[in-house]
């Protein structure tokens, strides 16, 4: 159940993931603001039924919750690396790894994607292609620990050149900035894949800024975008949001249920439990 606001971003969204399911524009990062309580998991929850209803082919995203994560970094890193190679994005490293095998060649058979990296980027990305299809990994030193979830995204975004992967990311700003900018900037910056990112931050948000900022120039110059949805959520929009769930409802009983709720989250989880007298 959604309401006006958060279906408008949640159809922007869609269309953003059927501009790449399609090829040829890359991979793109789109950032839904807004204030906590506004309904941005609400959006999140239904993004992926929308976009199978799309497109029947679409497999299972990859959904990533900050609030879940550890608050140490290296844990965290490690805990970004496992929630970005789950069993959809495992069995495609795999089918692809045994591709490479079979031709011989390092490139992977998608382009421009790999070809593009340094020998010895190769060899790592090949290795942990080997780890993802086996869904086994060595331990991580606290060296290796920062690089880790990015060497994971990596993987996804060499997948995605040829199986087309969402990535939800709920509650962005818990992740430690460097780590959220590493794994969203190797999902985004290559041209041959296909990963449309979808992260949900608050207002005035580090993250959003740095990666907005970066996204001024290099590898993901005009691959960031900000989500045009509409972040208020004053007395007013409340009552609106009373009234577009509970059209049963007087204006004075949709303003004073507004008056007796702080944030959209408890608007939508009311109108869910049961309807509203």
């Known amino acids: 159940m959604l309401g006006e606001r958060q279906k408008e971003a949640a159809a922007e969204l869609a269309q953003w993931w059927d501009g790449i399911r399609h090829g040829g524009v890359g991979s793109h990062a789109v950032l839904l603001v807004g204030p906590p309580g506004w309904g941005r998991t609400t959006v999140l929850d239904q993004l992926p039924e929308l976009v199978s209803r799309a497109d029947g082919a679409v497999g299972a995203p990859v959904r990533i919750n900050g609030r879940t994560l550890p608050d140490d970094h290296g844990q965290q890193a490690v805990a970004l690396r496992d929630g970005l190679l789950g069993a959809e994005v495992r069995r495609h490293a795999a089918a692809l790894l ?76 818990y992740l430690e900035p460097g780590h959220a900018v590493a794994v969203i900037e190797n999902l985004i910056d290559q041209n041959d894949s296909q990963v449309l990112v979808v992260a949900a931050v608050d207002l005035g948000s580090d993250v959003a800024a740095a990666l907005t900022s970066r996204a001024r120039y290099g590898p993901t110059a005009g691959r960031v975008h900000r989500a045009g949805a509409d972040p208020r959520m004053g007395s007013q929009s409340r009552a609106d949001l009373v009234a577009e769930l509970n059209p049963h409802l007087t204006k004075a009983q949709a303003q004073q249920l507004a008056r007796q709720t702080r944030t959209f989250a408890e608007i939508f989880a009311a109108a869910r439990s049961q309807p509203l007298s």
């Open 98 to 173: 045994c591709r490479s095998r079979l031709r011989g060649a390092p490139r992977l058979g998608v382009g421009s994607l790999l070809m593009s990296s340094i020998a010895g980027t190769m060899s790592l990305l090949l290795a942990a292609l080997t780890a993802a299809a086996k869904g086994s990994f060595a331990d991580e030193s606290p060296a290796d620990a920062s690089s880790a979830a990015a060497r994971a995204a990596q993987v996804v975004a060499a997948v995605s050149a040829s199986a087309p992967t969402l990535v939800i990311i709920d509650d962005a700003d």
